[in-house]
């Protein structure tokens, strides 16, 4: 059983920097795939990053070049290092691996 928490949201102004946090309460290496998806007000969750146990990276186009993705299997931990952000990046911002989602962590982002 793993469970994921996630943190780090908060409300940064336009061209700022967040980076979230993806504690397992279990191993997460034996995850292949961790992900992190975002939900903005009205919307459906979409894909946002992930990155493969051996370090190859997805983004989404919108993210490319501002988001990085990154994990630490040692202390089971997933992130996201974000710059750039824009408004449009406002959302509810969740880790996911395999049926384990956590509970989501709210990013705004002010312009």
């Known amino acids: 059983q793993v469970q994921l928490v996630e943190s780090g949201g908060g409300l940064v102004q336009a061209g700022g920097s967040l980076r979230l946090s993806c504690a397992a309460s279990?191993?997460?290496?034996?995850?292949?795939?961790m992900r992190w998806y975002r939900q903005a007000p009205g919307k459906q969750r979409e894909l946002v990053a992930e990155?493969?146990?051996?370090?190859?990276?997805h983004y989404a186009d919108d993210v490319k070049g501002r988001f990085t993705i990154s994990r630490d299997n040692a202390k089971n931990t997933m992130y996201l290092q974000m710059n750039s952000l824009k408004p449009e990046d406002t959302a509810v911002y969740y880790c996911?691996?395999?049926?384990?989602w956590g509970k989501g962590t709210l990013v705004t982002v002010s312009s």
């Open positions: 279990g191993r997460i290496f034996s995850i292949l795939v």
């Open positions: 996911n691996g395999l049926n384990y």
């Open positions: 990155i493969i146990s051996g370090g190859r990276t």
